[in-house]
């Protein structure tokens, strides 16, 4: 790896790297944006797929090529076609052809720390913007502002605009936020995102990210913000205090206002589980309609179109069970092994031990590892958590110098 990060360095001068950087960024965070594809009726395959394709072939023309994970792409390939011919249908084939051309992507992208950290410090301010813009939507709906324009998404879900925001949630006047997303919890997964890359690069004020990311009302959001607190600040009496002070006078804020209900009653149990517990719903009604064909091959035949449920089978759309629910065994098998490698990244080194648990929470609850976008994340995460002993040592050298 450290002859890659030589040669990367060799081939690229600061402008390439800087394009690099914007076009990945783009690709990972903005690219699957449904202000394209849904309010625009821009074809994704415009929006995203061909800047994917074009910056991972400007890779493997000008970068030295990792044989290794060639050949682990053309066995997924080969795997994915295998699966298309045997159930006689280009489902499987779309939702997947892109998943071992992603892991190329990413690993090209994480060739050297100047590249990382160029798109940890795009992708962080596209964030912060995120931030400021989803709090002035909360504002101006919290005053009584109506949506300027609602469009449909893709999947057919409305989506509206609250002047600098998208939302497709709003009780009374309180809206959950989406920046540029379908959802507020797709804004909150960006975040985390984010969050993960600035961790495992030792940047600092990544409370700031994910206390802004509360704006977004997302319980995953408030889970990890609390881990952070716990795990990364356990011996800093000071920020702990501030932090524990900034969540509590959000609660006081919110407590007793009957229109943040929606929140709170999250947390309620019934029946043993949490009421705001939707994931558990998913499980069974995947256990519901599971049968052995399904199990290995997926239910190609229940979803027509990639973008739409199959809504006799119920909401299966974003739990545990999902990968094996669309693509039977091979994801399953992506899944525990996508798994098993954060675990080991996370015992290997400690320092990444947040991060890790972070990716973890986050694929617990949206294991999109073939979904436009996320998968770029989630790979992105761990090919830079894999090369963080390189980059730590990539940096001491810089230092030196």
């Known amino acids: 790896m450290e002859n890659q990060h030589v040669y990367f360095y060799k081939k690229s001068n600061k402008a390439n790297v800087s394009i690099v950087a914007l076009i990945f960024t783009y690709i990972s965070i903005i690219g699957w944006s449904p202000f394209f594809s849904g309010y625009l009726a821009v074809p994704l395959f415009l929006t995203y797929h061909i800047p994917f394709l074009l910056l991972l072939a400007y890779f493997m ?19 994915i076609s295998a699966l298309t011919l045997l159930t006689e249908s280009l489902i499987n084939f779309n939702r997947y052809i892109f998943e071992p051309l992603t892991f190329l992507l990413c690993y090209y992208c994480t ?72 959802e507020p919890g797709a804004f909150s997964f960006v975040i985390c995102f984010v969050v993960i890359l600035r961790e495992v690069l030792g940047r600092k004020y990544n409370w700031v990210y994910l206390l802004g990311g509360m704006i977004t009302l997302s319980l995953t959001q408030f889970i990890i913000l609390s881990l952070y607190i716990i795990v990364k600040n356990w011996k800093n009496i000071k920020q702990i ?15 007793n206002n009957n229109e943040f209900d929606f929140f709170y009653n999250r947390f309620n149990t019934e029946n043993g589980t949490f009421s705001g517990d939707n994931r558990s719903m998913q499980i069974s009604n995947y256990l519901n309609v599971v049968n052995e064909n399904m199990f290995l091959l997926g239910d190609y035949k229940c979803h027509d179109n990639i973008n739409q449920r199959c809504e006799s089978h119920g909401d299966i759309s974003s739990s545990i069970v999902t990968p094996i629910y ?16 954060i675990f080991w990244l996370a015992l290997r080194e ?9 990716l973890t929470i986050l694929l617990l609850q949206r294991p999109f590892f073939d979904v436009v976008g996320y998968s770029v994340m989630i790979y992105y995460s761990i090919f830079l958590m894999f090369n963080f002993k390189v980059f730590k040592d990539d940096y001491y050298h810089s230092r030196k110098k």
Do not use: W
Not at 61 to 79: E, N, P, R
Not at 123 to 139: E, N, Q, T
Not at 350 to 358: D, E, M, S, T
């Open 241 to 255: 205090l501030v932090l524990c002070f900034a969540l509590f006078g959000l609660i006081m804020f919110t407590y």
């Open 350 to 358: 400690r320092k990444l031990i947040f991060p890790a648990l972070v």
């Open 326 to 341: 669309k693509g039977g065994i091979l994801q399953l098998l992506l899944q525990i092994i996508t798994h098993a490698i």
């Open 111 to 182: 060739v050297s720390r100047k590249l990382a950290e160029k798109i940890c410090t795009y992708a962080s301010c596209v964030v912060i913007i995120g931030i400021v813009l989803s709090v002035i939507s909360f504002c101006y709906a919290y005053a009584g502002g109506n949506e300027i324009l609602t469009f449909h998404n893709v999947d057919g879900r409305l989506n509206s605009l609250y002047l600098t925001s998208f939302s497709n949630f709003k009780i009374g006047n309180i809206i959950r936020p989406s920046f540029i997303y379908d």
């Open 61 to 79: 023309l000008t970068q030295k090529i990792s044989s290794a994970l060639i050949s682990l792409s053309i066995i997924m390939i080969i795997l």
